[in-house]
């Protein structure tokens, strides 16, 4: 069984930091490109920040210079880092496996991130 389990969300002033993880089973964590995103009310989900099973990063226009993803196949977790936190970034983050050689693709329930002002 395929498991994404996120955490680390929670209320934050606006400017603060916050670290979310993602611990996954089930599913060859090294081969997974792992990516994290957001949906925020009444909006589409949109990408946050993609690393590639060789340690390539790529993040959104919106995450360049205030957040970091990483991650540690020994632990079978990936990161997000997050600084200089906005209220715009309130969303609900969400983990992503995919694999395409195998068209495998998971998502993790979700952990909120709120921003106040």
């Known amino acids: 069984q395929v498991q994404l389990v996120e955490s680390g969300g929670g209320l934050v002033q606006a400017g603060g930091s916050l670290r979310l993880s993602c611990v996954a089973s089930g599913i060859s964590f090294s081969f997974n490109d792992m990516g994290w995103y957001r949906q925020a009310p009444g909006k589409q989900r949109e990408l946050v920040a993609i690393i590639s099973r060789s340690g390539t990063t790529n993040y959104a226009d919106s995450a360049k210079g205030r957040v970091t993803i990483s991650r540690d196949n020994a632990k079978n977790t990936v990161y997000l880092e997050m600084n200089s936190l906005k209220p715009e970034d309130t969303a609900v983050y969400y983990c992503?496996?995919?694999?395409?050689?195998?068209?495998?693709?998971?998502w993790g329930q979700g952990t909120q991130v709120t921003v106040s002002s």
């Open positions: 992503n496996a995919n694999r395409p050689a195998r068209r495998s693709n998971y």
